[in-house]
């Protein structure tokens, strides 16, 4: 029988990285939030991944490199406004759609001819990948739908034996993940907001980049699925209800940091709903209010 997965520490990173080039699913931590990994060039371990998570196979995976020179092998036409964002944000909390390499299996961009590519600040995740010799593709460790995970026993909880092994970090820095932002048209589209804002990068590529439309749903299969939910129903209010609601929490500090503990503390209460009051500063953060509304069912 399977034990429970195997927590490793900082120490253990070779022993993390002989398990993934062995073909078993090890989840690390990141700047954002957790990843669940497999080396990009193994189909078979990112099937694993998908069948965990229990992930829709059109919903493509994000690369992890550790270097720029892993690039080459991962993406195709290049454009200079990679270099340019890649030389502010990496490593950093920033993904960016190419035109993808023949030789990424399909599986990993969910059958399009598209890769997003991300290059992270923890230092653990960007060794592992080292030890591994290639690049780790990796979405959120948890269930599909569900809350992303921020510390390794948010990971446990989701996947319990089903993994070989976490790589404790401790809690990520951010809590939320990264932005998303696709270079493959003119001009370029915020498919995620995230901890890097729109502002920055407008900043960056001196010229306005655009919010993602209904219309693509083609270019970001995953943004029709629902996500970041947790059991009990999630409301946003404006102010503290002025009336008692049976069974209810009310969360009037949510921050981007606290954000996916909150939730998952939430389901460990067994509430009958959470009531998230959104203050001005939280109304301002455009990543923080995009999983808000996913968690309460207000996908746009
Ligand atoms: O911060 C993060 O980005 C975390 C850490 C682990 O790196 N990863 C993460 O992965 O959030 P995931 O799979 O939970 O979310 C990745 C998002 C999904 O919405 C997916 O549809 C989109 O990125 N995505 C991945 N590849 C894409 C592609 N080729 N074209 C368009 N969207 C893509
Ligand atoms: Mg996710």
Known sequence: MKGPGKILTADQIEEAA???KGGQLVAFPTETVYGLGA???LPESIGKIFHAKGRPSDNPLIVHIASLNQ?????IEIPNAFYLLASHFF????TLVLKKHPSVPSIVS??????????????LARSLIDAVGQPLVAPSANLSGKPS???AAHVLEDFGENIAAILDGGATCYGIESTVLSLLSDPPILLRPGTVSREEIEHILKRPIREKQ???AVVSPGMKYRHYAPKAPVVLANAIPSFPIEGALVITDISAKNLYHTLRAADHLNVTQIVIVCTENVLKDAALMNRLYHAAGLNF
């Open 18 to 20: 002989t398990l993934l």
């Open 39 to 41: 080396p990009i060039f």
């Open 71 to 75: 690039l080459d092998k991962v993406a």
């Open 91 to 94: 490593p950093g909390p920033l």
């Open 110 to 123: 969910g059958g399009m001819e598209t890769v997003a590519v991300r290059m992270p600040a923890h230092g």
């Open 149 to 151: 995970s921020t510390t």
């Open 214 to 216: 209904k219309e693509d």
